[in-house]
């Protein structure tokens, strides 16, 4: 498993509340489950105490991607930093469950926990992929979708870094809208050139001439 996959952890987590419209998908032990995937075992710590705990390292990654977003390097940075503190991982060489032809394993770089709670196990491989991803990547790949109110993470790792929204379906509501306000704009300019321009024509009785009758 390449290092680069645990940065998915962080989005996962972020992107289970929407702020601005009121929803938060973790409310309980079972959504703290899910998010950690095909790994079963870890999620099995799970208990109802770490609904409390994983909401809280939540915000502070979001906090990170704020950061990010407005451009904040060094907070980015420093924010990071503090979780990986709190939170510390362990390297290993693993070569479980993949194998190559001849059968031997794949060897590749893991990262082992030893938690003292699913928060703990989840919080450690989140701000190690986070930052694995940082240094490979830089501070402004990781962003916050523009298309409002949405504001979910993303990590961006388009070629031009010009990633700024978290979906397609994002991406598409967010040129419809763009869209929809040119057109408005054009109506408005359209109407008000209309007007300005029936306004400077000369009304029948100014503009017409009343025949001279003198000196007939």
């Not at 989005?11 to 899910?34: F, H, I, M, Q, Y």
């Not at 949405?150 to 040129?175: E, F």
Request: hydrophobic share 35%; charged share 30%.
């Amino acid at each position: 498993m390449e290092l680069a996959y645990y940065s998915d952890y962080a989005v996962r987590l972020v992107n289970t509340e929407e702020p601005a419209r009121g929803k938060d998908a973790l409310t309980s032990v079972e959504a703290v489950r899910d998010l950690f995937g095909p790994s079963r075992s870890a999620a099995r710590r799970a208990t109802d105490a770490d609904v409390t705990r994983f909401r809280s390292v939540r915000a502070r990654l979001r906090a990170v991607f704020e950061a990010a977003d407005t451009g904040e390097e060094r907070l980015a940075v420093d924010l990071l930093n503090s979780l990986l503190l709190e939170f510390p991982v362990s390297p290993q060489v693993s070569g479980h469950d993949f194998r190559d032809d001849d059968g031997r394993p794949l060897w590749h770089m893991h990262l082992a926990d030893h938690p003292s709670n699913a928060t703990a196990g989840y919080a450690a491989i989140a701000a190690m992929g986070l930052a694995f991803h940082l240094t490979e990547y830089g501070v402004d790949r990781l962003g916050l979708c523009e298309a409002a109110p949405c504001r979910n993470a993303y990590l961006d790792t388009s070629t031009n870094r010009s990633r700024r929204y978290c979906s397609d379906r994002c991406a598409t509501r967010a040129n419809v809208a763009a869209y929809r306000a040119r057109k408005r704009l054009e109506a408005d300019r359209s109407e008000r050139t209309g007007l300005a321009a029936d306004s400077a024509q000369p009304s029948s009785a100014q503009g017409e001439r009343r025949p001279d009758l003198r000196g007939r």
